[in-house]
T-cell receptor, first 112, second 110 residues
Framework: KAGVTQTPRYLIKTRGQQVTLSCSPI?????VSWYQQTPGQGLQFLFE???????NKGNFPGRFSGRQFSNSRSEMNVSTLELGDSALYLC???????????FGNGTRLTVT | ELKVEQNPLFLSMQEGKNYTIYCNYS?????LYWYRQDPGKSLESLFV?????AVKQEGRLMASLDTKARLSTLHITAAVHDLSATYFC??????????FGAGTRLTVKP
């Protein structure tokens, strides 16, 4: 069974640009969550989608947005990039809420 | 504000020794997770603890949960080098909004 797939693995962007990250969950998983991991702040919850609906959102500015498609694939978008957005962005899927998360390998975003 | 505190943050162990990682959290929750992360890799789910008194064991790792004390422990028995990694505990707030501890970086030395 294929795991959670995130693309691209690495991205380098310039301040002010925008970026879109993609996540394909495990087949059959309908819940997709996004997390940001940085050395300073650790793992922080961004948002969670279930059946194309955002059910939860973490404490991030509106520049961070996401969506989920009918096939459960998800994208997150960060607009007007700032240096502080440099991080590893992890996508995770689960069969239902409140079950273990299966994480992808992440997208490492570097903002210069 | 919910806090999830792990200690120690860094742990250097000799092979064959035992040790415990502690995870304290500040909100009522009956759902606690332990994850492992190897350098440069993603997180792997180790244990799900769903109720007070829950105990789970896998190989040399054993996790327990005391919801009244808001404390979970991850006990390592007879450590081996392959256990070197960063271990995170996480409390599920709702709908996969998980609050993670800062992580415990474990190094097992021969």
């Amino acid at each position: 069974k294929a795991g959670v797939t995130q693309t691209p693995r690495y991205l380098i962007k310039t301040r002010g640009q925008q970026v879109t990250l993609s996540c394909s969950p495990i087949s059959g998983h309908r819940s997709v969550s996004w997390y940001q991991q940085t050395p300073g702040q650790g793992l922080q919850f961004l948002f969670e989608y279930f059946s194309e609906t955002q059910r939860n959102k973490g404490n991030f500015p509106g520049r961070f947005s996401g969506r989920q498609f009918s096939n459960s694939r998800s994208e997150m978008n960060v607009s007007t990039l700032e240096l502080g957005d440099s991080a590893l962005y992890l996508c995770a899927s689960s069969l239902v809420a409140n079950s273990p998360l299966h994480f992808g390998n992440g997208t490492r975003l570097t903002v210069t | 504000e919910l806090k999830v505190e792990q200690n120690p943050l860094f742990l250097s162990m000799q092979e064959g020794k035992n040790y415990t990682i502690y995870c304290n959290y500040s909100t009522t929750s009956d759902r606690l997770y332990w994850y492992r992360q190897d350098p440069g890799k993603s997180l792997e789910s180790l244990f799900v603890l769903l109720s007070n008194g829950a105990v789970k064991q896998e190989g040399r790792l054993m996790a327990s949960l005391d919801t009244k004390a808001r404390l979970s422990t991850l006990h390592i028995t007879a450590a081996v080098h392959d256990l070197s990694a960063t271990y995170f505990c996480a409390v599920d707030i709702r709908n996969n909004d998980m609050r993670f501890g800062a992580g415990t970086r474990l190094t097992v030395k021969p």
